[in-house]
């Protein structure tokens, strides 16, 4: 079953954010991800708490292939680059079936 990611981040450095930007994404497209939706703000419709400085929603056909993504070895040094320059929160949604 296809799963979204939910990324939100709020920076306290952003000097990795262009060499994150260009190695993430072919990883991520190797592991049968897409971007759907990046906002850097987004725009905060409704709610109490700040809006992150950037919200990034993900496609992945599945669990197991988020998971792999994340684990895998040449991902870990654009992982640890984001854990020292922004506090993370990361989702996991399973899509609801498409009605017919």
Do not use: N
Not at 44 to 53: F, H, K, N, V
Not at 61 to 87: H, I, M, N, W
């Amino acid at each position: 079953m296809s799963v979204y990611l939910v990324v939100e981040l709020v920076y306290s450095d952003q000097s990795w954010r262009e060499e994150y930007g260009r190695g993430v994404p072919p990883l991520v497209a190797a592991y049968g991800g897409r971007y759907l939706a990046l906002a850097s703000p987004p725009e905060l419709m409704e709610g109490e708490r700040a809006a992150p400085d950037t919200l990034a929603v993900f496609d992945f056909p599945s669990a197991d292939a988020v998971r792999t993504f994340l684990a895998c070895p040449e991902y870990q040094p654009f992982a640890e680059a984001r854990r020292t320059g922004a506090k993370t929160q990361i989702y996991m949604l399973e899509a609801l079936p498409t009605r017919g």
